[in-house]
T-cell receptor, first 113, second 118 residues
């Protein structure tokens, strides 16, 4: 059974710092991995999607990496801003046809001005 | 495009009552999903559908039912509400991609329905 873990559960850093969020999964046979952002009381916004054949994806100040063999992904946020404060969730897709996602519990990120 | 829309945004039910959570997408996506999110937790898949007329169970289907009569709509039914069903419910949709082309499979989420069962 695929399990996805995100550590730490919460992280607080000063504005301007670069930071890394971690995601680990138990079954390396994944189709892709997706990082989401969730603001309080809101839905999920997709940030980056990495296919299993890719090593990383970049969007603006965000960079996500994928190491299937070790069952790990990281989300790197450069020059953090207070507006980056949110919960970040990673999810892996296990089966190509059904596209079912298995989610981690999320990391709640706070950027202090 | 409105994307994925969900109604209602909030609802309080009494134990044993029933209700339907509505989900509609206007992106012509084949695949649709229902998830629930409990406080401080990730999302868990309740049911999913790969096209009109086809539905299947996810991780936590007990106490729920779904139907998919059209591509656009994927309602979730709670027949006998229980306190354990207090949660935030998210609907999502995705497109499987074209044969022979790049497959993206990105899931798009609605804003959620916050349900409390008392």
């Amino acid at each position: 059974k695929q399990e996805v873990t995100q550590i730490p559960a919460a992280l607080s850093v000063p504005e301007g710092e670069n930071l890394v969020l971690n995601c680990s999964f138990t079954d390396s046979a994944i189709y892709n991995l997706q990082w989401f952002r969730q603001d309080p009381g809101k839905g999920l916004t997709s940030l980056l999607l990495i296919q299993s054949s890719q090593r990383e994806q970049t969007s603006g100040r965000l960079n996500a990496s994928l190491d299937k063999s070790s069952g790990r992904s990281t989300l790197y946020i450069a020059a953090s801003q207070p507006g980056d404060s949110a919960t970040y969730l990673c999810a892996v897709r296990r089966i190509q046809g059904a596209q079912k996602l298995v989610f981690g519990q999320g990391t709640r990120l706070t950027i202090n001005p | 495009n409105a994307g994925v829309t969900q109604t209602p945004k909030f609802r309080i039910l009494k134990i044993g009552q029933s209700m339907t959570l509505q989900c509609t997408q206007d992106m012509n996506h084949n695949y649709m999903y229902w998830y629930r999110q409990d406080p401080g937790m990730g999302l868990k898949l309740i049911y999913y559908s790969v096209g009109a007329g086809i539905t299947d169970k996810g991780e936590v289907p007990n106490g729920y039912n779904v139907s998919r009569s059209t591509t656009e709509d994927f309602p979730l039914r709670l027949e006998l509400a229980a306190p354990s069903q207090t949660s935030v419910y998210f609907c999502a949709s995705s497109y499987p991609g074209l044969a022979g082309g790049p497959i993206v499979n990105e899931q798009f989420f609605g804003p959620g329905t916050r349900l409390t069962v008392l």
